[in-house]
């Protein structure tokens, strides 16, 4: 048998999740806001981190998904504004 590595698909391209925290920092506001944001960007590094990804790596990925996540957000703004 060979070895190979295997790389987790990249939390940014879960659409389902970057959608779903979107939708949650949307309705928050404040304090509020930014311990969720806090205790998510935790709990995905910790998850990646977890499957074997030095901590750079995975700082560097939680980074991509806080992106994405505003990215939805300007997109949900605008579409609520047109």
């Known amino acids: ?3 190979a590595n295997v790389r987790a698909f990249p939390i940014d391209r879960q659409v389902f999740l ?14 509020t806001a930014t311990s969720f944001w806090k205790a998510k960007a935790t709990e995905l590094l910790d998850h990646i981190v977890g499957t074997g990804r030095d ?28």
């Not at 779903?20 to 304090?31: K, P, Q």
Request: proline content about 0%.
């Open 18 to 31: 970057v959608r779903e925290v979107a939708a949650t920092l949307e309705t928050l506001h404040g304090d």
């Open 1 to 3: 048998m060979s070895s």
């Open 55 to 82: 901590r750079a790596a995975a700082v560097d990925e939680v980074r991509r998904f806080f992106f994405a996540v505003q990215n939805e957000m300007h997109m949900l703004a605008a579409a609520e504004a047109g």
